[in-house]
């Protein structure tokens, strides 16, 4: 290493990196101060009379039915909201979510209807997608069943768990209005219950709980497709209907739609909603690729960033093991750096617990143990993981996503390749 370098590059390097460390601690803590003030705001709202609930429409594109079926199916239909109904959508009858959606019983068929709640079930078979992704065909399907009565559209993964007062939280935060055009929440991996998290488990969490903590601003904020709202008048205000045709992402596309039309998308902190999560290596590597595949492909600023960020950590992080190592200039400067950092990394991985444990509870946080170690002490090796996600999403414009091939062309020119057994 040349001498020029070890002497006055590497100490700008490692206080850049010793303010890249501290920021993420720093945004960390402003994420746990603002929930913790939109938590005490509707706490104060949610009993009173005359807040603004209307008539809302829940739409929850589902495929398969797992273990966990009928306790996401349930969590919908249990909402605390006065007037709502749920439309599950599916690509087919063969699927075997329908025969279980099939099977339920229907609010609207019951003896004595519901005055408060879920009032009607509708399932709606969309078709298979000759174009784009089969999610958005089966969402675009069930915007057709909208009715003028539902002025409030609310989008849910049919694997999250929402709250009881999920829904609540996602229509209040479109009383705001303008500049206020969408609202959304994020998942939070948890590890399912009644199991140990692999490592692949932790490591899947703590990076997706460090995308969740840098979400807030409006200019970081983009929705969720799991958890995101909007009013029926502004699906045709912002044409997203136009947006998601031939799209594969319906919720960068959202996204994309409401920024065009001058509006922002405001994160919801209480509607960061509980994912199970149960990852071997294999399942991580095509997960994180496909994930950043479409961010690169829907979102090239974020993805850039994303990659710089993680490469100058890890690049700044060997410089100092080196010069430690080697006793380079200043050696003693870097082994203050990596101290200082590895406290940084432990302070924000004790506040993502805390935020964890405001919006999810103190359960989740319980099975979430391992997950807190690995955040706290690992951070290097979590790094690295992010990294070479980022690298095996470089090249390929192909994704595959839920047995189905596709190859994004453009934003909304996906092309349906294979679909599997």
Known sequence: MPDGVAEYILPVIWGLWFLQAGWCAYNVGSYLIRTR??????DARINKKGVWMPPAVVIVPIKGADEHFAEHVGAVQKQDYPDYRVIFVVESESDPAYAGLAALPRPQDADTPPTWGCRRVDVVVAGLAESGGQKVHNQLAAIDAVEEHDEAVVFVDADAVPHAYWLYYMVDILRRGEPVAAGTGYRWFIPAAGETPTFATCVVATINASIATLMGPWWRTRAWGGSMS????MIDDVDLRGHWRGALSDDYQLSNAVRES???VQLVPECVVESPASFTWASLWEFGRRQMRITRLYEPIGW?????ATSFW???????IVAVAMQLPHWRCAAWALGV????????????RRVAREVLGDEAVARSGRVWWVDCL????VMTVHLSLYLGSALSRRVTWAGITYDIRGRTDVVIVERGR
């Not at 003030?37 to 509707?42: A, D, G, K, L, Y």
């Not at 909007?230 to 008048?233: A, E, G, P, S, Y």
């Not at 850039?304 to 710089?308: F, Q, V």
């Not at 690992?378 to 090796?381: E, G, K, S, Y």
Request: aromatic share 12%.
């Open 37 to 42: 003030r939109w938590v005490e705001f509707h």
């Open 230 to 233: 909007i009013t029926r008048q």
């Open 262 to 264: 001058g509006g922002v």
């Open 304 to 308: 850039w960033s994303g990659l710089a």
């Open 314 to 320: 890890l690049a700044a992080m060997v410089s100092a």
């Open 341 to 352: 950092i590895y406290l940084f990394d432990i302070v924000r991985g004790l506040l993502r």
């Open 378 to 381: 690992l951070t290097p090796l």
